[in-house]
């Protein structure tokens, strides 16, 4: 169970560079969505993601992400802006194909 208060770190590439984050759970409704914040290393940010259910059974994943831009590396925001949109889609895609596997694998177990 996720809790408000509780804290994770995570290690990501970007731009070629190995960052180590530590992230704070802000908000958390089981099913319905997950907010954290960054609390030390990179730079300033707040991640919201959000899941509703769909007819098919399955469940959309949605994110809001609020970077704080100054000083990364020295590029300009738009550049920044669409760097960070790949990276959270493709993060976003990998997490949709692991989960399905895990629910097909979970089926054909049963």
Not at 1 to 13: E, K
Not at 73 to 92: C, F, N, S
Request: charged share 20%.
């Amino acid at each position: 169970m996720t809790q408000v208060g509780a804290t994770a770190r995570s290690t990501m590439r970007f731009l070629g560079r190995w960052l180590d984050m530590t992230f704070q759970i802000v908000e958390s409704e089981p099913s319905r969505c997950l907010t954290l914040k960054s609390i030390s290393g990179g730079t300033p940010c707040l991640f919201s993601y959000q899941y509703d259910p769909v007819e098919d059974g399955g469940t959309n994943v949605s994110l809001e992400a609020m970077i704080h831009f100054t000083g990364i590396v020295g590029l300009a925001e738009p550049v920044v802006t669409r760097v960070i949109r790949r990276q959270l889609e493709h993060d976003l895609l990998t997490l949709k194909d692991m989960l399905e596997a895990d629910a097909s694998t979970s089926r054909s177990a049963g």
